[in-house]
Structures are given as C-alpha cells and as structure tokens.
C-alpha cells in the first residue's frame, strides 16, 4: 500500500468523508465543515499517522476482509453466507423507515441480549446536526432517527469505544467502516473485542451541505433555521420532510420532484463517493438497504435487502421471524447485482473514474475491492464527460447558482433526465430485462408475506 506522509491530497481533492479515523490518531488534526465545499473534512494536513488510518488514502480489502472473516470465501459481493429479502411486522417502524425497518429490529433484538452493552448509533442534537451515540435500552431505538444523507463527523464513534468498557452494536456506511477498521487495525487493535456486531448500510452516496442548502432554496426554506429533517418515511422511497424553528414543514417527493433530482443529483455527492467501490459494505457482518427490484416496486411499506456475512447474522433474522416480528424469504447474490446495478455493485465506473483522476494527476484512494474481478469498467467518453460536469457543476454550488443548476436540468439535461426515468419505467414497471430474457424475476408466491 503507499507510503503518504500527510492528508494534503486528500484536502486538494476534496475527498474527505469524516470518519474521524484521522481524528484519534493523529492530534493535531480536528474536522470542520468547509464554508465552500460544505463538506466536513480535516483542519489541516497531519501528518503520516493520520494518513496511514484515513479511507480516502488506502483501504486494504484483502487484508480487513481476512481479519474479520479469516477463511471466508471473498466473491465480488464481498463474503456472502446468505441473501434475504425482509420487513419488519411492526406497520409503524416499516412505514419510518421506507425500506423494511429491517436495521431497528435488529436494534431491538441485539440490545436486549445480555452480551450486547450498547449500540454506537446517529442521535439528533440540533438542526443539522446529527452525532454518534451510545444506546443502552432496546426502548431507545424508535427515538432514533432514519437515515441521514447529509455530511456529518463520525470521529465519536471510536471515542465511545474507547471510552467505554462493553461490547457494542455499530450502525455504519461503508467508508465510515473502512476509516474505523483502519484505525483499529493499525493503532488500537484492542478495540476489534468491542465491537459484538456491525450492522452496515447499502450505501446510495452521502451528500454536502450544499444538498439541503439547494433544495430549501427551491422550497423557500431557510436553512439555517432547520429544527429537524427527515430524509425518508411515509412508504416506500419516500419523501424529504424539513421542519424550521417558524413551526413550518417543507417537503419533496424524492421520486418525481425537480427540485430534489437537481438538489441530489450526483453531482451533490462528496467527490470521494464517486471513487467508492464498496457500496455493498464488505466489511459489516449484515448489510441492509432497500430492494429495489422489479418485483417489490409495488410494495406498500419497502422491502429490505439484506446480506449475511455470517451465519450468526441469519440467524438474527431467523430469530425476528420466529417471534413474529419479521418476515423474510431467501434469495441469490442476483437481487444483490440487480438492486444495486452492476454498475455501483461491481464498481464498474468507479473504478473507470480513478483511472481517469490518476491520468489526470490527481490524487485518488489506494483501494481494489473483491469486486474488483467483476468489474466492467466504464467507457473512457463517460468518465471524461461526466468528469467535466461535475467540475463545473462543483463550481456552481460553490457559487450558490442553484437555480442554475434547476434550470440546466429541465434544459440542456432535460434528455437525459427523461431517460433516467424511461429506463426506470423499463426495467421495474415493463420488466424489460425479464422479456429479453436477461433475467428471472422473483415468484410472486415467495412475495406474498410482504405488505
């Protein structure tokens, strides 16, 4: 792996994605959010032990994925015991949730076990601002909220396992997991027997600050009077809800508003998440995440995909089921590559675009996934084309030119928006791979269960 003596490549770059690994191991450096780039990221440089632990400089796969599943099968999926498709039973947390409510029923079962002490978990403090903290009660997991897609630090949640003797319940994204794993591999490996489970997201991309900023602009929200915010809820896929201090609520459809398709475009995303290679979270023990497949599209509530690393992570769900509080039916690595698509599973343009950033000179992460000998990497025209709009949409945001950015969408990216959404239409609603005979659709009998 390479040899970097600081994270001035990673601040160039704007590739931070504040795991805070780089927080704990190296003093002189604190986490800020960045006026400009409205991405949280380091105060400055460090030095090589802050390099040596960060995510954005190098992730050793191979070596992290021996560590924690030593002898286990590595396939492009990462280490794969069993593939499920599951929903909580409880109508209230699955409707919160928008894609199963899979993650607090594990919650509530794993904490009331008396080998588990706790779960490091996201807590709302104020507005915006959303930390790591310590549960200790299964009675605590409804207050939690759902998924945050805005930049936040992470750094609290090795300092809650360093602070605090026990063994505990991690919810994480992939690259929070990677900065975590890093840091206890290479300067605390007695923290490794504190950690009892990881339960890992599929990972859709975090966004900067500018995301919400752009969309409360477009809402006639002002952001920096948000009490509260919802990114999902209500049913599958789900709405953004935005509370401010005046008493008002804002919301948008993620599906079919303009405003949240410009505000959460790609482009919105933290730059180091067009480099990620690992959105099915290789390094948690289960990975939960929405099923978005042709079969569930006329799901009530949402459905969960869910990835067992471990046969102890069945047997969690198996457990839910028996005591009715979940249903699930087993399915193939298959719904694996056609919920994520090839494309984000595989790492097919990430892979494409980091070769493309190195031409260029730029710095990029040290980092090949299992995935890696799936790949079909993306033609070198898409890579150059969407390198260019991203430069200068980045530059748009940066400028505060959002209704620039709405206004490019329903002009010059008015084509390409309407066949994001053909292709939606296509392959969930016509099931054209199926007619093509390009895949096989679940049963409907093994959906049944499913609200």
């Known amino acids: ?91 209230d947390r699955n409707l919160r949730a928008s ?31 959303f930390e790591p903290g310590l549960i200790r009660g299964s009675e605590e997991v409804d207050r939690l909220p759902g998924s945050i897609y805005h930049n936040l630090p992470k750094h609290r949640v090795l300092e809650l396992l360093e602070e605090h003797d026990g063994r505990f319940v991690l919810v994480a994204i992939p690259c929070e997991l990677e900065g975590i794993y ?44 948000i009490v509260d915010v919802s990114y999902r809820g209500g049913g599958p896929v789900g709405k953004l809800r935005i509370w401010t201090e005046d008493g008002k609520e804002y919301a948008a459809s993620r599906r079919i508003d303009v405003g949240y398709q410009v505000a959460f475009d790609r482009t919105f995303n933290t730059p ?13 023990d289960i990975v939960v995440g929405d099923a978005w497949l042709p079969s569930t599209v006329g799901t009530k509530t949402g459905i969960s995909l869910v990835i067992n690393r471990r046969p102890a992570s069945e047997e969690l769900v198996r457990t839910l089921a028996e005591r009715g509080r979940a249903v699930f039916t087993e399915v193939t690595v298959e719904e694996i590559k056609e919920s994520q698509k090839p494309r984000v599973a595989f790492g097919n343009f990430a892979y494409a675009y980091a070769d493309h950033l190195r031409e260029l000179g730029r710095h990029v992460p040290d980092m090949d996934g299992p995935n890696k000998v799936a790949t079909s990497p993306s033609s070198r025209t898409e890579v150059e084309f969407f390198h260019r709009e991203l430069e200068r949409k980045l530059e748009l945001q940066r400028q505060g030119r959002y209704r620039r950015l709405y206004v490019r969408k329903l002009t010059r990216e008015l084509r390409r ?17 199926s007619i093509k005979g390009e895949r096989e659709e679940l049963p409907r009998e093994m959906l049944q269960i499913f609200r």
């Not at 490549?9 to 191991?25: E, F, P």
């Not at 180091?272 to 948690?284: D, Q, V």
């Not at 959404?421 to 054209?432: K, M, T």
Request: charged share 20%.
């Open 182 to 225: 890093n840091y206890i591999t290479k300067k605390a490996p007695h923290l490794r027997e504190r950690i009892h489970t990881t339960i890992g997201l599929l990972c859709g991309w975090q966004y900067s600050w500018h995301s919400i900023r752009a969309i409360c602009q477009f809402k006639g929200a002002d952001p920096d009077r």
């Open 99 to 129: 894609s199963g409510g899979m993650i607090k029923e594990l919650l509530v079962e794993l904490l009331d076990r008396p080998d588990v002490d706790g779960a490091i978990v996201l807590q709302h403090v104020a507005g915006l601002h």
């Open 417 to 433: 928006f309407a066949a994001r959404y053909w292709e939606w239409f296509a392959v969930r609603i016509l099931r054209i791979k």
């Open 1 to 91: 792996m390479a040899d970097v003596p600081d994270l001035q490549g990673v601040l160039d770059n704007d590739l931070c994605i504040a795991c805070g690994a780089c927080v704990l191991a190296d003093p002189s450096v604190q986490l800020h959010l960045h006026p400009d780039k409205q991405i949280f990221e380091p105060t400055g440089p460090g030095g090589r032990d802050a390099a040596e632990v960060c995510p954005a400089v190098q992730v050793d796969f191979a070596h992290l994925q021996d560590l924690l599943f030593p002898g286990q099968e590595q396939t492009p999926y990462g280490v794969v015991h069993s593939v499920m498709l599951a929903q909580s039973t409880d109508l």
């Open 272 to 284: 180091r998440c067009h480099l990620c290679i690992n959105h099915s979270n290789f390094l948690a």
